[in-house]
């Protein structure tokens, strides 16, 4: 019997990498189509290579569910948007068209930032079954996660409390990371035991405090540039501010993730302990921005190198009738921006992503483990969409 249960990841740089590439390419040469099976293989992997008590976790995920929900959520959102655009239509405040004076550019304007809010709602709807799906399709110790129905009482939920943090210019933002978190925590099942959150949303404050830092530093310039009239301060004052806040983010979803991970319960008997480092966090994101910066340039320089000197052999034995086309020319570029492509996503997955996986996920331990043994399995979710909204809208283009 375990009293306690570390996480750990055993995760690798190599075999990630090149499992990245070899979808990626097969997502290209199909047009996008095998995103969905791609990205199944990519959750997969860092699925079986999170574990507790040398149990991993699995990911049961199909990429044809996943394609199937994406069509389906295509369709929906083609009829909600075009009604969407039929009431601006009716109301004469068209998106498209050349405006032909000051009030219908105005008036296209204004259309436009209604199409985009009338679009708020299904990516807030996304988030909700995204996270329902993954938790339908996840297992350890071979019982099922799941979550319960719910995702429009989340939308409006979180469309209030988006608003409440906005009048109170973030003021009330652990009041919405909280509540917004334990809606979904509350609905949140392993095997036949239920997940809960606890705590208080007040205790986020202390999260903030170099966001607060931050913001105060770029006031305290704006002041000091009023009162003498000189550019500087804002400059310097801005700067420092700005990167201040920028990291002070970064502190908040630390302290935020470590909290709540810390006041959730699972069946009244089992809690967690969470301590990642915002300092950590913060290191690998700089040392892998550089190191990505060094590979990508020197991988990125080799590749384009062999593809122009092999297009050039190529131009000029296949294609020397074509006196107005030049083929090299045309086609390196947009094959150095795929390799490109293919190397940055490879690399910031391996070299960040999955560092910041390993981290959060070693600094996990499950307490009073002892209780799992007593939790029964659970039947499977129905009705799941296959994060097809999110795939649609790209809210599930992460992992």
């Given at each position: ?9 055993h ?6 990498f090149?499992l ?11 047009l996008g189509?095998?995103r969905f099976?791609?990205?199944t293989?990519?959750?997969?992997y860092?699925?079986?290579a999170?574990s507790g008590?040398n149990?991993s976790f699995e ?5 044809l ?8 959520a295509?369709?929906v959102?083609?009829?909600y948007l ?6 601006l239509?009716y109301?004469g ?9 000051d009030i ?6 204004a259309g436009?930032?209604i ?6 709602p ?14 339908a ?9 799941g979550?319960?129905?719910g995702?429009?009482g ?9 608003l409440?943090?906005f009048?109170?210019l973030?003021?009330?933002?652990p009041?919405?990371?909280?509540y917004l978190e334990?809606y ?8 036949d035991?239920?997940?809960v959150?606890?705590g ?5 404050y202390?999260?903030?405090k ?14 000091i540039?009023a009162f003498?009239?000189s550019?500087a301060?804002?400059?310097?004052f801005?700067?420092v501010?700005?990167f ?11 302290f935020s993730?470590?909290y709540?991970?810390?006041h ?9 302990t969470?301590?990642a ?9 700089i ?5 990505i910066?060094?590979l ?7 590749a ?7 297009l050039?052999?190529?131009g ?6 074509l006196?107005?086309?030049n ?7 947009v094959?150095s ?6 190397l ?6 391996v070299l960040?992503t999955?560092k910041?996986i390993?981290?959060v ?5 499950v307490l009073n483990?002892?209780h ?6 659970r039947?499977?979710?129905k009705g799941a ?8 809208l790209?809210v599930?283009?992460?992992?």
């Amino acid at each position: 019997m375990t009293a306690s249960i570390p996480g750990h990841y055993h995760g690798k740089g190599s075999p990630l990498f090149a499992l990245y590439l070899k979808t990626a390419v097969l997502t290209i040469l199909t047009l996008g189509i095998y995103r969905f099976w791609g990205k199944t293989r990519i959750r997969k992997y860092i699925w079986s290579a999170t574990s507790g008590n040398n149990d991993s976790f699995e990911y049961t995920g199909t990429g044809l569910e996943k394609f199937l929900g994406f069509l389906i959520a295509i369709v929906v959102l083609a009829i909600y948007l075009g009604i969407v655009q039929m009431i601006l239509f009716y109301f004469g405040l068209a998106v498209f068209g050349e405006p032909q004076s000051d009030i219908e550019a105005l008036a296209q304007l204004a259309g436009i930032y209604i199409t985009v809010f009338a679009a708020v709602p299904l990516f807030l709807f996304a988030q909700y079954r995204a996270r329902r799906y993954r938790m339908a399709r996840t297992r350890w110790r071979g019982l099922r996660f799941g979550m319960e129905t719910g995702a429009w009482g989340y939308v409006l939920r979180a469309i209030g409390h988006y608003l409440l943090t906005f009048l109170t210019l973030g003021l009330l933002l652990p009041r919405q990371t909280f509540y917004l978190e334990k809606y979904m925590t509350d609905r949140t099942w392993y095997g036949d035991a239920k997940f809960v959150q606890v705590g208080k949303w007040t205790a986020l404050y202390r999260g903030m405090k170099h966001i607060f830092i931050g913001v105060g530093l770029m006031i305290v310039g704006l002041a000091i540039t009023a009162f003498t009239q000189s550019p500087a301060p804002i400059l310097i004052f801005g700067i420092v501010g700005y990167f201040w806040a920028l990291i002070g983010l970064v502190s908040y979803r630390i302290f935020s993730l470590n909290y709540l991970t810390r006041h959730k319960v699972l069946d009244k008997e089992v809690s967690f302990t969470s301590d990642a480092s915002t300092a950590e966090v913060v290191g690998i994101y700089i040392v892998g921005s550089l190191a990505i910066a060094v590979l990508g340039a020197i991988l990125g320089y080799i590749a384009t190198t062999v593809v122009a000197g092999a297009l050039a052999g190529l131009g000029t034995v296949a294609f020397e009738d074509l006196s107005n086309i030049n083929f090299v020319v045309f086609l390196v570029p947009v094959l150095s921006y795929i390799i490109f492509f293919l190397l940055f996503g490879g690399l910031f997955l391996v070299l960040i992503t999955q560092k910041v996986i390993a981290h959060v996920v070693s600094n996990v331990t499950v307490l009073n483990a002892d209780h799992l043994d007593t939790i029964r399995q659970r039947a499977a979710d129905k009705g799941a969409d296959a994060e097809g909204f999110a795939d649609a809208l790209d809210v599930g283009a992460a992992v």
